[in-house]
């Protein structure tokens, strides 16, 4: 049975900001989960995922999977892949990869313009839309399944403090 979406929208004043509910988001992943990112060029995207690495405990360099498509973070707590599909020219080009092997019970999937690739990725648990808005950005998060609902209920109820 379709779930109707769950929707949160939230304003983010700065890059601290963004960071911050990146790492609040953390707080509330599960593994499984598939989240969509959307947002032009700049929107926050990377600085959103850095956020959300810090708040798995990730302490190194999170750098944008740009150039290399995918980066992989094996954390004690799951493994977490952040993927940026915007060079690509054709949604075959993400079978051809093999990256659908990344997508199972055992990771959450970050995924930066999967328009790209639409027709091939599995669905999303959450849609993440970022919109910039000269130095701030504003944030809105769709919760399209059972478990990405869950997320984001628990998201709510912690009310977690932004900058």
């Known amino acids: 049975m379709p ?3 769950l929707r949160h929208s939230i304003h983010l004043a700065d890059e601290s900001a963004t960071l911050a ?3 609040a988001i953390a ?3 599960t593994a499984g989960l ?3 990112l959307h947002g032009n060029l700049g929107a926050g995207k990377t600085t959103l995922s850095r ?3 810090r708040g798995l405990g990730f302490m190194g360099k999170v750098k944008s999977p740009t150039y290399t498509l995918v980066e992989v973070y094996e954390l004690s707590s799951l493994n977490l892949y952040h993927f940026d599909l915007y060079r690509f020219n054709d949604a075959l080009e993400w079978e051809e990869a093999g990256f659908r092997e990344y997508f199972n ?3 959450v999937c970050l995924v930066e ?3 790209k690739a639409a027709e091939l990725l599995p669905p999303p648990d959450i849609n993440l839309y970022l919109t910039l808005n000269d130095e701030s ?3 809105e998060l769709v919760a399209l399944s059972q478990e990405g609902q869950l997320c984001l209920n628990q998201l709510l109820a912690a009310s977690p403090p932004t900058p």
Do not use: K
Request: charged share 20%; glycine share 8%; proline share 8%.
């Open 34 to 36: 598939v989240i969509y």
């Open 21 to 23: 509910f990146g790492t």
């Open 105 to 107: 019970e055992t990771s």
């Open 3 to 5: 779930h109707t979406p």
């Open 113 to 115: 313009w999967p328009e």
């Open 27 to 29: 707080r509330h992943l």
């Open 51 to 53: 956020g959300i690495l």
């Open 137 to 139: 950005r504003d944030a």
